[in-house]
């Protein structure tokens, strides 16, 4: 399985922006970044996926290097609410594959 | 969007009874459902992959006879530890898929907090 790299742990201030890097520098041609976050004591969420282009929705932003080799979920305006663990997963888009978390990194939000 | 519902939310039992949790798919239906456990402050450790109407594969170092797996209907799975220990004491999470491309996001539930006393 294509790996992914990210810091253990961030912290960032209520109502500023943050931005969670993720390296994967084996991704394949097929492999679709997608971001879950897990919230205290709940099972995870979807939060955005991509393959090449930059996405938006309403929770996220994600920004996808050119080599493909490395990607940021970017929060606009962190809340409290957004403390929780972020992980950064890849997935084939040609296979039924299931979904191996790594360890993904601890966002902690000061008020 | 998508729910899936998980029940119980949190089950204490007594060492040796076996527990049964159950994971339904709400308002779509799941071919695929995933359970993973997870232990406090650790990530969540794929246990097992089963798909609708056939048996579950296991990940290696999991006792498919310890952690009994049914998927009977397209809206409903379920995990049963039996004879269950302290050690097995965990949070249980399981997601589902529906019939939609394979890169399409997993939905989770909230989990069930085991506590083998």
């Known amino acids: 399985d294509a790996k992914t790299t990210q810091p253990n742990s961030m912290e960032s201030n209520e109502e500023e922006p943050v931005h969670l890097p993720c390296n994967h520098s084996?991704?394949?041609?097929?492999?679709?970044i997608h971001w879950y976050r897990q919230l205290p004591s709940q099972g995870p969420e979807y939060v955005i996926h991509g393959l090449t282009s930059n996405v938006n929705n309403r929770m996220a932003s994600l920004a996808i290097a050119e080599d493909r080799k490395s990607s940021t979920l970017i929060l606009h305006r962190a809340t409290l609410r957004d403390a929780a663990v972020y992980y950064c997963?890849?997935?084939?888009?040609?296979?039924?594959?299931?979904?191996?978390f790594g360890k993904g990194t601890r966002l902690h939000i000061l008020p | 969007g998508a729910v899936v519902s998980q029940h119980p939310s949190r089950v204490i039992c007594k060492s040796g009874t076996s527990v049964k949790i159950e994971c339904r798919s709400l308002?779509?239906?799941?071919?695929?459902m995933f359970w993973y456990r997870q232990f406090p402050k650790k990530s969540l450790m794929l246990m097992a992959t089963?798909?609708?109407?056939?048996?579950?594969?296991?990940e290696q170092g999991v006792e498919k006879d310890k952690f009994l797996i049914n998927h009977a209907s397209l809206t409903l799975s379920t995990l049963t530890v039996t004879s269950a220990h302290p050690e097995d004491s965990s949070f249980y999470i399981c997601s589902a898929r529906g019939r939609v491309t394979y890169n399409s996001p997993l939905h989770f539930g909230n989990g069930t907090r085991l506590t083998v006393t």
């Open positions: 089963s798909n609708e109407g056939s048996k579950a594969t296991y």
């Open positions: 997963i890849l997935r084939d888009g040609d296979r039924d594959d299931k979904i191996i």
């Open positions: 084996t991704i394949s041609g097929t492999d679709y």
């Open positions: 308002d779509f239906q799941a071919t695929t």
